[in-house]
């Protein structure tokens, strides 16, 4: 199921306009009444037992300026040339399921029907690999909403996934993206309203070259294919250049040249930390994290169809300091967008083919160049943590600076013999006692320092709700 509904995403993005013109798109499935089929009931993943069941159906719809000019004729012929298992007999959609989306986003293009005979629809794992698909779709396609729907006999499942924040990047050899950068980690009470980045800032990285197997050409796969890398640190912190920054996960997520993301559980990315220099990294150990920390790692926005590596920081033997500046956790997110070029290919059916055989041969690809790819993720790591490193001693300088301003703020109340003056001292800081004192400062002094703020052009403000017009390309480094 999850196929054809891959399938139909395809063709809809190869159909639609380039640029960045919005639209929407509505995955649609459906228990068809009239005869009824045996499928199997799953419970945590456990066969429970066996009931009659209505078939179900699926729909994938288009609507918006992405797919103003779609002529039905060139959808025809695709769906013929695929043998897609279009809608024949199926019923169609009940128009009240309809009616939602074309008042939010105009009225149908296109709307493609299928029907899915796969039992483990049922099934909580179904669901959650539906959502998580969707969700990495929409992170790379900001400019379009995604909605789902599905009705089922007692149970309906609906959701949204649209981008609060985008940020439009310029590829080589790809039409610039809409970048979902939303960032939903809450920020600390002492920040304003207004004066926090609630996005990120992708970054491209090397373009790299790809050599296609001799074992996938067989397959069909010619011409010229190629990777390009683009990374993005969440949450932003360039407004606060002095908060301590800590990186705790990296995910990678891999997009077809149609610009769908590949649901894959690589064992060439399950062992890639084996491959890379980990002298680079300092005192941190990367590893990929199990199902169930992948489930826990990203609590704002959790994708089961990537590939998440923790970061652990070794702890080395150091003298306990006195001041400590809050530290805000990051994760990095890593974007493989694949790209190919073949001059024979002139067809739609022959890009959506193309597209379909990089994803099934995609492990074989990465072995093949293996080498390459490595380096490329390794020097994005390593940009990463070192420049946590730069900003990690600019920080030990600034606080060698305030253990200074503090003692000898605290020295100079303590040792004055004028009562007034250091009772006006308690009463401004609100305090009781000198001793008190040195804990307040304390405070005071490092909520000052880690929270000042330098405004950056780059950076969005909270109080935009959606679609900034600033596209500069910023590094979001730590």
């Not at 981008?163 to 050899?173: E, I, K, Q, V, Y």
Request: hydrophobic content about 40%; some cysteine; proline content about 5%.
């Amino acid at each position: 199921m999850l196929e054809e509904i891959k399938q139909a995403l395809r063709l809809f993005m190869l159909l639609g306009k380039k640029g960045h013109c919005h639209g929407g798109l509505l995955v649609l499935l459906w228990a068809e009444p009239g005869t009824a089929n045996v499928t199997v009931i799953y419970v945590d993943s456990w066969e429970w037992k066996r009931k009659q069941s209505p078939p179900i159906c699926g729909a994938v719809a288009a609507a918006g300026s992405k797919w103003k000019r779609i002529r039905p004729e060139t959808v025809q012929n695709v769906l013929t040339d695929l043998k897609f298992p279009c809608a024949g007999t199926i019923s169609e959609p009940d128009p009240e399921d309809l009616r939602t989306f074309t008042d939010a986003h105009g009225s149908l293009k296109l709307i493609l029907s299928f029907q899915i005979k796969d039992a483990s629809c049922f099934s909580p794992e179904w669901s959650a690999r539906i959502k998580a698909f969707l969700s990495v779709f929409s992170l790379a396609n900001g400019a379009i909403r995604v909605h789902l729907l599905c009705k089922f006999p007692q149970q309906v499942i609906q959701q949204e996934f649209r981008a609060n924040f985008t940020r439009r990047l310029t590829l080589a050899m790809k039409a610039s993206l809409m970048f979902d950068v939303t960032c939903r980690s809450i920020t600390n009470k002492v920040v304003k309203n207004g004066s926090w980045c609630p996005g990120g800032h992708p970054f491209p990285g090397s373009m790299l070259p790809l050599s296609i197997p001799p074992e996938t050409m067989d397959s069909g796969l010619y011409g010229e294919l190629s990777m390009q890398l683009v990374t993005l640190l969440s949450p932003c912190v360039l407004q606060y250049p002095n908060l301590e920054t800590l990186l705790t996960h990296a995910e990678v997520f891999a997009y077809t040249p149609t610009n769908a993301p590949i649901t894959f559980s690589s064992a060439f990315f399950r062992n890639l930390p084996t491959h890379l220099d980990c002298q680079e990294f300092g005192q941190r150990i990367l590893h990929c994290s199990s199902d169930t920390a992948r489930r826990q790692v990203l609590q704002d926005r959790s994708h089961e169809g990537s590939i998440v590596y923790a970061v652990e920081h070794q702890t080395c033997q150091e003298p306990e300091k006195r001041l400590h500046l809050q530290h805000i956790k990051q994760k990095l997110l890593v974007f493989l967008f694949l790209q190919h070029t073949d001059p024979f290919a002139s067809q739609l059916s022959d890009f959506m083919v193309t597209d379909a055989l990089i994803e099934h041969h995609l492990e074989d690809i990465l072995n093949n160049n293996r080498r390459a790819v490595t380096g490329a993720l390794q020097t994005e790591f390593s940009n990463t943590l070192k420049a946590q490193d730069r900003k990690k001693k600019d920080r030990e300088k600034l606080l060698s600076a305030a253990e200074v301003i503090l003692s000898a703020s605290v020295s100079i109340v303590s040792c004055s013999t004028n009562w007034n003056f250091r009772q006006a001292c308690w009463s401004r800081m609100q305090v009781n006692d000198t001793h008190e004192l040195a804990a307040s400062l304390q405070e005071a002094l490092l909520r000052v320092i880690s929270w000042r703020c330098v405004p950056k052009n780059g950076c969005y403000s909270a109080q935009v709700e959606e679609h900034p017009e600033n596209s500069d390309d910023t590094r979001a480094e730590s």
